[in-house]
């Protein structure tokens, strides 16, 4: 194994700015913070302003239900397999780790970090594409997770969450690697509205979206390196596959070579600049390595297979069962006694400006099935069309 430590020379210059007071300054600063309604939560000393914004998510309605959700393995029934609560929590880590040195701005990183996958579907990423499909054939809207998340915490949720750490949230698709991460500026709130729009109405526009921060920057690169590694280790004690079938690179192979090496190069490239950025050794061993995880794992017949097979048409049932049941509005069905009466009720303290109930049939349906657990979906599924086939887990002793 190969673990890279920084060059002399970096951590001379580190050493010495920190001495001598000359350290860059590069973070976003807390006076920056934009809120869409200002003359509410006002930083304070004990609490300032992204500090709210992470307390704001930690303890928001839909927190909880990262720990059911699926990163990629939903048919395994083992508790060492990495679930969705833990990837956020990875990618706050390893993001608060290099930002400290960049010398960023940790409560807006750790702010963006929890928060990025708030909207994510059940069944991870095949739920996204499913939920995608369903949405744009009902409303000619687009569904992607980094969108949803955004309305959530601003939508669904109006917490007055700073534009800051929204933006981070929205630009911080991990499915798109760049050598290099330059902020884009977003100066208030109208631009964000519009830039969620475009999302909706053409899926190519979310893959143009950049962060406005180094503190998003980052993130985004770190969403990246906490699944890489760790998906490996999922698959091996999954048993589909062994550590010798990925990709070796100047990143490593394993998950502590690639946090560390990846971290190591970044703050290499990054430190005192204006921008996030990997040598091109690098950025080619990650992108190598993310081609070999879709080939070795999320492509997988074992994974994509039963998601396929089993996933893809009770999404579809659910889906048209739901949406004809807010139409009716039967008012015992599931969706509002579990969700509109639910959002009503924890959302009564904030502004909105028309009562949730009153939107579109299908962006109810569409809010309610991305909110799920894998199994509430499951269980749900069973509960409006009994005898249905049922999923098949790998067990604790199979």
Known sequence: MKYDTLSKEMQDRICSDREHGTLPQVGFPDEGAKRRFPGR????????PFV????????SAYYNRFTDKTQVFSFYKNDDISRRAL????????????????????DLIEAIALGH?????????AGETYLDELYFEGAGRHFAHNVHSVRVLDGIFPYNITLQTLNGILAHDGEIECDEYRPCPMEDFCVLDAAMEACYQDRAYNRRLMPST???????ICDIISYLGKDRQDAKKAGLISEDA?????????NAEIINNLSVNIIENSYGKPYIKMDQAYFDA?????RSNYEQIYLNPAVAGPQREVIRPMFARLYRRLVQDVKEG???????????????AASCHYPRPIPYEENDPHTIVTDYIASMTDDYFVELHQYLFPGERAIEYHGYFR
């Open 52 to 59: 709210r914004d992470t307390e704001k998510i930690l303890h």
């Open 41 to 48: 939560d006002k930083p304070t000393i004990l609490r300032p």
């Open 87 to 106: 990837h956020v929590q990875l990618v706050s880590r390893i993001a608060r780790t290099i930002g400290s040195v960049l010398c960023l701005n940790l």
């Open 246 to 254: 990925f990709a070796y690179g100047a990143i490593g192979r394993v």
């Open 330 to 344: 039967r008012r015992s069905s599931p969706v509002f006694r579990h969700h509109i009466e639910f959002i009503a």
């Open 117 to 125: 996958d708030m909207g994510h579907t059940p069944f991870g990423h």
């Open 214 to 220: 180094l503190e998003g920057c980052l993130v985004r």
């Open 286 to 290: 990650l992108s190598a390595a993310k």
